[in-house]
């Protein structure tokens, strides 16, 4: 079993810091979300991971080694950085092709990951001629090439049609089912809502959650009631009979914070309310991720920089 | 372990370099452009009043282009969109990753460049009334064949420094073309240890500089060393 350890990482670019001390793990065989806005550190840590870039201080290592000490890499770890980086006049299949030879990996493993992500028959193509979602298939094929324990993503939904964000989806959970170690940047919340098991958020290159995502959304998401009645006034008098509020929304249909179905339930149906709707609000990757960045003051102050920056 | 590791690393920038055809384009106009050049400055001289070897091989100065353009495409791509952060992620080891690609930049140029000038002092030996010699056309030959190595090779190094084949070629080029140019025939000074004039003494009949054809060659291998070293550091000590 192969995880991803990350240890008081830290890379500073100038007097700027886009990684600051920061410390998580990656365990095998589940989906871990590695969540922050642009320019939050994500891709830099995979990077430093990689080897790429020299950490200013501090270790990230794949089952206990530096990336740079393992012998034939890419039957180890699977990377995709850049949907950008195979050259536009090569075809799809010498790219991979190419990448394969240097860790002796059977070229018979190209057309099986040309097959695996569905670019089978664009594989004699130059790449030029790729749409951006191609590139990305493209960019999975060569981290699948080296079949790795770890898999490492940045951003793989993007340029994917819905067709390919589903299959996207079913890649990655089958990845983690297979017990390896997934780890995908996204800055989309619904995205990586499903298909991550665990959450490493980060914000201004710091570590700001490290938790399972069921937790994570549980812990600043309160549950609500959404109820739907043809009978305002009864409803609020039988809530407020049992110490809940009910807020009016401009929609028609009225929620109820901090409660449960199985509360509200019979306590309405014993007053009588008459329901057109009673159901449960649960808390989305969304909330749970705005409410951590606004209880994070210092993060959430130079909101408006970020975004000249991007 | 390192000599095992090496191996795949050179094949992988084989096929890299054999699946482009800009790479393979720009080996091909080695011969073309240099016989070519050749055969029309040898068909508008009379031979008597110029250097006959380098009558002969007239045509180098515009072989050394492609030259030079093999030796810039083959790097440069790998500064463009990251390509070189997956070059990195597969093969970690920047030392041993750089030499591969050395490697083959300067082995096809060397054989492509070798076979140029021998075709090249054949069609010179073959023209009356004052070709060069056959030992002066072997000489011009394998001259030949190591200087346009050597171009290939600072190219390479220099777009290992720059980052970037366009600013490597609109230093080199205009460089070649025209500094060496205007300084023309101006010898016994600094500019015969330009790594050109010093690389293309060999080319020659007679000389009367400091240097000989093959103390030329050292001067232009020295200089091609020197940027292999500068892009060596800059690629080991920078990110990539």
């Not at chain 1, 994570?216 to 009645?229: E, L, N």
């Not at chain 2, 490597?168 to 205009?174: F, G, K, Q, V």
């Not at chain 2, 600094?190 to 009949?205: C, E, I, K, N, T």
């Not at chain 2, 240097?211 to 292999?228: D, F, I, N």
Request: charged residues 20%; contains cysteine; neutral net charge.
């Amino acid at each position: 079993m192969t995880s991803i350890d990350v240890h008081d990482l830290t890379k500073e670019y100038g007097s700027r810091r886009a990684v600051d001390r920061l410390s998580f793990q990656v365990l095998p065989g589940r989906v871990t979300g590695f969540l922050g806005p642009n320019g939050a550190g994500k891709s830099t840590t995979l990077r430093l991971l990689l080897g790429l870039d020299r950490p200013t201080s501090g270790t990230a290592t794949v089952g206990g080694r530096p990336y740079v000490t393992l012998a034939d890499p890419l039957r180890r770890v699977g990377a995709l950085l850049d949907p950008q980086a195979a050259h536009g006049s090569r075809t799809g299949r010498d790219h991979l092709l190419a990448l394969a030879v240097s860790n002796r990996i059977a070229a018979d493993r190209v057309d099986e990951v040309l097959a695996e992500t569905g670019l089978a028959p664009a594989a004699r193509r130059r790449v030029r001629t790729y749409s951006l979602g191609m590139r990305q298939r493209l960019g999975i094929a060569a981290a699948l090439l080296g079949d790795p324990e770890v898999v490492l993503l940045d951003e793989p939904s993007n340029g994917l049609d819905p067709e390919g964000i589903v299959w996207i989806r079913g890649l990655l959970r089958a990845l983690a089912a297979e017990g390896r170690t997934v780890l995908v940047s996204s800055h989309l919340m619904n995205e990586t809502a499903s298909f991550a098991d665990h959450l490493v958020v980060l914000g201004r290159g710091r570590l700001l959650a490290d938790t399972p995502m069921r937790d994570f959304i549980d812990a600043r998401v309160h549950p609500r009631v959404r109820i739907r009645t043809t009978d305002p006034a009864a409803l609020r008098t039988a809530l407020a009979r049992h110490g809940h509020e009910a807020v009016e929304h401009p929609e028609g249909h009225w929620t109820v914070s901090h409660a449960r179905v199985d509360d509200i339930g019979p306590l309405v149906s014993a007053a009588g309310v008459p329901l057109l709707e009673l159901t449960t609000e649960e808390g989305t990757l969304e909330q749970a991720y705005l409410d951590l960045t606004a209880a994070d003051a210092e993060f959430a102050a130079p909101q408006h920089l970020r975004h000249q920056e991007a | 372990m390192r000599t095992s590791s090496f191996t795949p690393a050179l094949h992988t920038e084989w096929i890299k370099t054999r699946t482009l055809r800009s790479q393979i384009g720009a080996l091909c106009a080695i011969p073309l452009t240099t016989v070519a050049f050749s055969a029309l400055a040898a068909s508008g001289t009379d031979g008597t009043d110029s250097d006959p070897l380098f009558s002969a091989f007239f045509g180098v100065s515009f072989g050394q282009i492609a030259a030079i353009a093999f030796g810039t495409t083959a790097v440069s791509g790998e500064f463009r969109n990251g390509a070189l952060r997956v070059s990195l992620a597969s093969v970690p080891h920047r030392g041993r990753w750089f030499a591969a690609k050395l490697a083959v930049v300067a082995l096809p140029v060397l054989v492509v460049a070798l076979a140029t000038g021998l075709v090249t002092a054949a069609l010179g030996g073959a023209l009356p009334p004052s070709g060069p010699s056959p030992a002066q056309g072997l000489r011009g030959a394998l001259g030949c064949a190591v200087y346009l190595t050597l171009m290939a090779l600072l190219a390479a190094g220099l777009t290992t420094v720059l980052r970037s084949g366009v600013a490597t070629l609109s230093i080199l080029i205009p460089f070649l073309l025209i500094v060496s140019f205007v300084l023309g025939d101006l010898s016994g000074n600094p500019a015969d240890f330009l790594p050109d004039r010093a690389g293309q003494v060999v080319l020659h009949s007679t000389w009367d500089g400091a240097l000989g054809p093959w103390t030329g060659l050292a001067v232009a291998a020295l200089w091609a060393v020197a940027a292999l070293l500068a892009g060596a550091w800059r690629l080991h000590r920078r990110d990539a």
